[in-house]
C-alpha cells in the first residue's frame, strides 16, 4: 500500500534544502573558479539519497498502515 506522493514530497523537500543550502554554502566556501571542485561532493550526496529511498519507502509505508488501523492516530512502528 505504498504511496509515492509521500515519498516524493519527502524527497521534494530533501532536494529544495540541497539545491538553496548547499549552493549557498558552497559559493561561500568555493567562490569563482574553484566552484568546479565541489562537483564530487555533491555527487556523492546524490549518492547517499539514493541509498536511502527504499528506507524512506518502507518507513512511509509503515505510518500509512499505521493511520489505516488506527482510525486517523499515527502510530510509530517500533524499531526491532
Known amino acids: 500500500m505504498w504511496r509515492p506522493l509521500i515519498l516524493q514530497h519527502l524527497l521534494l523537500g530533501i532536494n529544495a534544502h540541497i539545491n538553496l543550502d548547499l549552493g ?6 568555493s567562490p569563482g573558479d574553484d ?4 562537483r564530487n561532493d555533491f555527487v556523492e550526496i546524490n549518492r547517499v539519497l ?3 529511498v527504499d528506507g524512506i519507502r518502507e518507513r512511509s509505508e509503515n505510518y500509512l498502515l499505521g493511520l489505516g488501523s488506527s482510525g486517523g492516530s499515527i ?4 524499531e526491532p
Open 24 to 29: 549557498i554554502a558552497a559559493a561561500q566556501t
Open 35 to 38: 566552484l568546479p571542485d565541489l
Open 50 to 52: 539514493v541509498r536511502q
Open 75 to 78: 502510530q510509530v512502528p517500533v
